[in-house]
């Protein structure tokens, strides 16, 4: 079973929808990110957040929101999604290790905002 | 928001061939890592490098985090078909933000 899942993997909906994707993780890390991908730029940090009680604005986070339910889940929502908003996206996890912090990334959840 | 710059942005490979990719920043950083991303899936982490100087292989892959802390390179000798994606370098100057590439795509010639 894969150690950071994502759902729903496929999204269409229209503008002025209120739009939620959920990630999971089995891995027990601690931190958690969400990331928008774009083509031509790269990954751009949506949200993170480092404990259950800890939540951070990252680069991009007009337009979002997210609530982290437990160490183990993150979820991300559009409360009215718009059309440029339509981006693959993805969950990733981290547990600052000794020698540095590498993240783990979900399979991604691609989004269409019609 | 703060990219590094990554290059070359394609790459048109025959099978055979190395391959080298580099990535470059304007401040020092303490943590340089290679993902690949496959078309459908997330990125996942090929190599991390952690002390300046540093020269890692996973495999026909080889990483270095340059001297200067500004920059890094992944090498991929012998290119198999499997190696088309996008590779993206990241990095931490030192907070909790991973930094990353625009991404250099891989394409294997007709």
């Known amino acids: 079973d894969a150690d950071v899942t994502q759902t729903p993997r496929n999204r269409i909906t229209k503008t002025g929808k209120r739009i939620m994707l959920e990630c999971s993780q089995t891995?027990?890390?601690?931190?958690m990110y969400w990331y928008r991908q774009d083509p031509g730029l790269g990954l751009r940090l949506i949200y993170y957040s480092f404990d259950v009680k800890d939540i951070n604005k990252g680069e991009i986070s007009d337009g979002y929101s997210v609530s982290r339910q437990a160490q183990a889940k993150f979820s991300l929502s559009l409360e009215s999604a718009i059309p440029n908003q339509t981006a693959l996206y993805f969950c990733a996890t981290s547990d600052l290790g000794g020698t540095g912090e590498t993240q783990y990334f979900g399979p991604g959840t691609r989004l269409l905002v019609l | 928001g703060q990219q590094l710059n990554q290059s070359p942005q394609s790459m048109f490979i025959q099978e055979g061939e190395d391959v080298s990719m580099n990535c470059t920043s304007s401040?020092?950083?303490?943590?340089w890592l290679w993902y690949k991303q496959d078309p459908g899936e997330g990125p996942v982490l090929l190599i991390a490098l952690y002390k300046a100087g540093e020269l890692t292989s996973n495999g026909r892959l080889t990483a270095q985090f340059g001297i200067t802390r500004k920059d890094s390179f992944l090498n991929i000798s012998a290119s198999i078909p499997s190696d088309v994606g996008i590779y993206f370098c990241?990095?931490?100057?030192?907070?909790?933000?991973?930094?990353w590439g625009a991404g250099t795509k891989l394409i294997i010639k007709p």
């Open positions: 401040s020092i950083f303490n943590t």
């Open positions: 990241a990095g931490h100057e030192g907070n909790y933000q991973l930094i």
């Open positions: 891995k027990g890390h601690d931190r």
